[in-house]
């Protein structure tokens, strides 16, 4: 199966395959859905970057970098670091009720990390605890971030919610300075969903609107029914 992550152009393989494979395109093609995503130009200096961000973002950022927080990037995670990951989101999941990361996603990822494709980060207190994760598909030109999860919404106390705020906050920015610094050219903040809340935070770090083409394809009615499986077996979770 091919994966073809960031299309600009048609690209065909000539062969007949069952399922032609993922893809994640700039251009239209048949069976992919249309996203709305934000992309920020890693082209542009540290400076204007950080000016692109929202005041609140800013401000934040400062205020973290003011605390002893480490930042972690996994550029080769291993299945361990697949599962870890994989136990801490879907605490996240469970609390909003969203889909969990089971056994096909840690699959994918699985299958990504073989192809040099997948990097993870994480921030951590000076306790040493994991306070959010980012999880990336980077073709050394396009880092798309695949999950974010941190446990905000599982603190009670105000400035346990405001600690994880900034330390996500400055994930985030930390990890657009460290694939600008691998000559990445764009960070794609992962999709704009219609949730006014998440669509505003991520529309915080700045960047542009851009329509992509995201999913599988299938050359075979074989294909389409493992597609149909799939999307069944995801619904489960």
């Avoid at 494979?21 to 890693?42: A, C, M, N, R």
């Avoid at 030109?141 to 906050?169: D, P, V």
């Amino acid at each position: 199966m091919h994966s073809y992550y960031f299309l600009n152009e048609i690209v065909s393989t000539g062969k007949l395959t069952d399922i032609e494979g993922f893809t994640h395109s700039l251009v239209p093609k048949k069976q992919l859905q249309q996203f709305e995503t934000l992309y920020i130009d890693l082209t542009k200096s540290e400076q204007e970057l950080f000016e692109n961000l929202h005041r609140t973002n800013r401000k934040q950022i400062k205020k973290a970098e003011g605390y002893h927080f480490q930042i972690e990037v996994l550029e080769e995670p291993s299945i361990m670091d697949i599962k870890a990951f994989q136990k801490f989101y879907n605490l996240f999941s469970a609390f909003v009720n969203t889909y969990s990361c089971n056994s096909f996603h840690v699959n994918t990822m699985n299958k990504l990390k073989d192809k040099n494709a997948l990097v993870i980060t994480k921030v951590l207190n000076e306790a040493n605890e994991v306070l959010c994760y980012r999880v990336y598909i980077s073709d050394d030109n396009i880092a798309f971030c695949l999950y974010s999860a941190s446990h905000f919404r599982m603190k009670e106390k105000t400035e346990e919610k405001r600690l994880l705020s900034e330390a996500n906050r400055y994930l985030i920015w930390r990890n657009i300075l460290y694939f600008k610094s691998r000559n990445h050219t764009i960070f794609d903040m992962g999709g704009l969903t219609t949730n006014p809340n998440i669509r505003s935070f991520k529309m915080e770090f700045g960047g542009e609107i851009a329509h992509v083409y995201s999913g599988y394809e299938a050359n075979s009615k074989i294909g389409q029914f493992i597609l149909w499986l799939r999307a069944k077996k995801i619904k489960k979770g």
